[in-house]
């Protein structure tokens, strides 16, 4: 067992140092036969272990390759897509079905003739999926533009006129060619504190929602059967306390798996991408709120019995360490109803942080929690007599998780709300839903409002009284929100201030631009340094910053009469008017939306890809003035950053 914790968490360690994973390296190049043929050839060189899939589409298979070839007038295609070698062929468990993949390099070949000159290039775009034994990494494509040997191309292929709409800042030449405001910047200490990493915040989610799960109905009364079992199996209190722990342990590494078949399934690509994507929101917000309403007593989800029946029967069946690993996977079967709704918020919380390492870590301070109070009970048996018994209070743990699982779902819904701006969920429709919730929350915990399946509340409880109490004093720290008060305490979770229609307060808004060129123009106008400040909709952490630090007047007041406040939000699914083509990694990228083109900038001109990230920059040239800074709600150090960017531009004025 120490040897499979030291495998999985050396796998952790490994997962979370990794950089970004391209295991294949595709290229393009077109080469006559004679004067009137020729041939396209497109090649993908593979790393060892992975492979692409077939060309053919399988029905709930895999995502195939697909290259498309467009050529201009006078070019004319002949016969099929031909690969250098065929496809091999099995069956992947993963889809259920035959597959068709390579694993090693492979070129396709595409022949076509000659029928006229030729004063446009031929457009290559590559689409695929590369995955391993363990993982699948998301789709990801290449596109190449391929002249005639001795042609001349004066214009643009009428089918690839998307690709060459080239913004003003972009040459389809070369990145050396960029407006000098988006040069790298150097002698740049890209600074990232260690508070931004979201680790030891994942660790104690997971362990809290570890803590709730063993209040619940489906997983409280296992906890007396379950030691009991163990105390009466053991031929001694020895024997019965190490297989207690070993099931303990069992338990923790069944989650860990799922933890880390997540981060797998993902690699090393950034969930924050994910998390602001609006069917990924929807599809967590509306299983939120259906979590919400089984909790509530509606209805029950549980996994299929003949599952928890097959595990058990596997339990019986086997002896030693893996009949006690069953066993563990059955007490997980058997918990799903009320242990899923808090491992899919979890998960989804490890999601939004963007951390590839974060569902592994998360999953592992879950199953910590549940797993402490069997190896404790199972060490000290006569605590077992002081348990509380199973009751009606183990209903209304669920139940009020209902609540907050409903709470935690219109987060999910803003973010989509905020990245797509359809304007449906601003801050005070927000915070009235929320402060209805709470209120609700409250009076149920004093015994106004009951549900089906609740016993009546005769008297209450002391731990039931202070809760009502925190939920209704919540709610009246939510109300003044309505009117623009800046709520920090939960300014992470609320849309921001921007979107309130009706506000009271003065302070927590600024004059900022949300383009990179504009702002820069103005600061050269108005000879001022700028502060650049690279965020997100679904980021957390900005929204924490914003609440912190940008709304105490001394740094607004900073920032108000010193600076040019250009904010870009990395994830904003706005399209371009046009897209644009840039040159990346010696690749040339098409960024369709407003995000993918502040996100190129971040990366290309700082070398950076996390939010939040913060720069000072001289208006006049985009050169750097100060290290950047990331997530610190340390003001003092902040104000410190603010006056060493003054200071340096004042030298350069």
């Given at each position: 067992m ?6 999985i968490?050396s796998l952790?360690?490994i ?6 994973v391209e ?5 393009s190049s077109?080469?006559?036969?004679d004067?009137d043929?020729?041939?396209?050839i497109?090649?993908?060189?593979i790393?060892s272990?992975?492979?692409i899939?077939g ?14 070839i467009s ?5 004319t ?6 690969p250098?070698?065929a496809?091999e062929?099995g069956y992947?468990?993963s889809f ?8 090693k ?5 595409q ?5 006229a000159e ?7 775009n ?6 391993d ?8 494509g290449?596109?190449?533009m391929?002249?005639?040997p001795g042609?001349v191309?004066?214009q643009?292929a009428?089918s690839?006129?998307?690709a060459?709409?080239?913004l003003n ?13 988006w ?5 740049v200490?890209n600074n990232?504190?260690i508070?931004s990493?979201p680790?030891?915040k994942?660790?104690?989610w997971g362990?809290?929602g ?5 209040l619940?109905?489906?997983?409280w009364?296992?906890?007396p059967?379950t030691v ?5 199996k ?12 070993i099931?303990?342990?069992s338990?923790?590494?069944?989650y860990?798996v799922?933890?880390l078949?997540?981060t797998?399934?993902f690699?090393a690509s950034k969930l924050n991408e994910?998390?602001t994507n ?8 509306l299983?939120l709120v ?8 509606a209805f029950?989800?549980?996994l299929?019995?003949?599952w928890?029946n097959s595990a058990?029967?596997?339990a ?6 893996i009949?006690?690993?069953f ?14 709704p808090?491992?899919?918020?979890l998960?989804v919380?490890?999601a939004?942080t963007g951390?590839?390492?974060?569902p ?8 910590l929690a ?5 190896t404790?009970?199972?060490i000290f048996?006569s ?5 509380p018994?199973?009751g009606?209070?183990?209903n209304s743990?669920?139940?009020v998780l209902?609540?907050?699982e ?6 999910f ?5 905020l ?8 801050r ?7 402060i209805v919730i709470?209120l609700l929350?409250g009076l149920?915990?004093?015994g106004?409002?009951?549900f089906?399946?609740d016993?009546p ?7 039931r ?7 209704l004093s919540f709610?009246?720290y939510?109300i003044?929100?309505?009117?623009g008060?800046?709520l920090?305490g939960v300014?992470?979770f ?7 229609d009706f506000?009271?307060y003065a ?7 949300s ?8 600061a ?12 997100g909709y679904g980021c ?8 912190a630090?940008?709304d105490t007047?001394?740094?607004r007041n900073?920032i108000?009469?010193n600076f ?9 699914k ?12 010696g690749?040339?990228?098409?960024l369709h939306?407003?995000g993918d083109k502040w996100?190129f ?9 996390t ?7 001289d208006g006049?040239?985009g050169d750097a003035?100060?290290d ?14 603010l006056?060493?960017g003054i200071?340096n ?5």
């Amino acid at each position: 067992m120490k040897r499979v914790f030291t495998l999985i968490f050396s796998l952790i360690g490994i997962l979370a140092s990794a950089q970004i994973v391209e295991p294949i390296s595709w290229s393009s190049s077109v080469e006559m036969k004679d004067q009137d043929s020729g041939v396209v050839i497109v090649s993908a060189k593979i790393e060892s272990g992975w492979h692409i899939y077939g060309i053919e589409p399988v029905e709930d298979g895999p995502i195939p390759t697909q290259i498309n070839i467009s050529l201009p007038d006078g070019l004319t295609l002949q016969g099929g897509l031909t690969p250098s070698v065929a496809a091999e062929q099995g069956y992947d468990a993963s889809f259920g079905c035959e597959i068709s993949f390579w694993s090693k390099n492979v070129s396709f070949s595409q022949a076509f003739v000659k029928e006229a000159e030729v004063n446009a290039p031929i457009i290559v775009n590559v689409r695929y999926q590369a995955c391993d034994d363990m993982r699948c990494l998301p789709p990801s494509g290449d596109e190449f533009m391929l002249n005639l040997p001795g042609a001349v191309t004066t214009q643009v292929a009428e089918s690839s006129n998307d690709a060459q709409n080239i913004l003003n800042i972009v040459s389809s030449k070369s990145n050396n060619e960029l407006n000098p405001l988006w040069h790298p910047v150097t002698s740049v200490n890209n600074n990232e504190s260690i508070t931004s990493s979201p680790w030891w915040k994942l660790f104690i989610w997971g362990f809290g929602g570890g803590l709730i799960a063993l209040l619940t109905p489906c997983v409280w009364p296992l906890i007396p059967m379950t030691v009991s079992f163990f105390l009466k199996k053991g031929k001694s209190r020895r024997e019965s306390i190490r297989d207690a722990m070993i099931y303990g342990s069992s338990i923790v590494v069944i989650y860990l798996v799922l933890g880390l078949a997540i981060t797998m399934i993902f690699g090393a690509s950034k969930l924050n991408e994910l998390s602001t994507n609006a069917v990924f929101n929807i599809i967590f917000f509306l299983l939120l709120v259906v979590f919400a309403i089984s909790f509530f007593g509606a209805f029950d989800i549980k996994l299929p019995s003949k599952w928890s029946n097959s595990a058990d029967n596997k339990a019986e069946r086997a002896t030693g360490l893996i009949s006690i690993f069953f066993m563990a996977f059955t007490l997980a079967l058997v918990s799903f109803s009320c242990t899923g709704p808090i491992i899919g918020t979890l998960l989804v919380e490890a999601a939004s942080t963007g951390d590839i390492a974060g569902p592994a870590i998360g999953m592992t301070g879950f199953a910590l929690a549940l797993a402490l109070p069997f190896t404790l009970f199972a060490i000290f048996p006569s605590w077992l007599k002081e348990m509380p018994k199973s009751g009606g209070w183990l209903n209304s743990v669920k139940v009020v998780l209902g609540f907050i699982e409903l709470a935690l779902s219109l987060k999910f819904l803003s973010v989509a709300d905020l990245a797509y701006g359809w304007g449906l969920l601003d801050r005070e429709v927000f915070l009235a839903l929320w402060i209805v919730i709470f209120l609700l929350l409250g009076l149920y915990l004093l015994g106004k409002i009951r549900f089906a399946h609740d016993e009546p509340v005769e008297h209450l409880s002391v731990p039931r009284f202070f809760l009502s109490i925190a939920s209704l004093s919540f709610m009246v720290y939510l109300i003044p929100g309505l009117w623009g008060a800046p709520l920090k305490g939960v300014s992470a979770f609320v849309p921001p201030l921007y979107t309130q229609d009706f506000s009271l307060y003065a302070g927590g808004e600024f004059e900022e631009f949300s383009d990179y060129e504009t702002g820069m123009k103005y600061a050269e106008e108005n000879n001022r340094p700028v502060l650049i400040d690279f965020s997100g909709y679904g980021c957390v952490n900005c929204r924490k910053m914003e609440g912190a630090v940008f709304d105490t007047e001394v740094v607004r007041n900073l920032i108000e009469k010193n600076f040019v406040l250009i904010k870009l939000m990395v994830d904003d699914k706005h399209d371009l008017k046009e897209p644009m083509t840039v040159i990346e990694n010696g690749k040339q990228k098409k960024l369709h939306t407003v995000g993918d083109k502040w996100s190129f900038l971040q990366r290309y001109k700082f070398g950076a890809n996390t939010q939040p990230y913060y720069m000072i920059l001289d208006g006049k040239t985009g050169d750097a003035l100060t290290d950047s800074r990331s997530y610190n709600e340390n003001i003092t150090e902040f104000v410190e950053w603010l006056g060493e960017g003054i200071e340096n531009y004042k030298k350069i004025e």
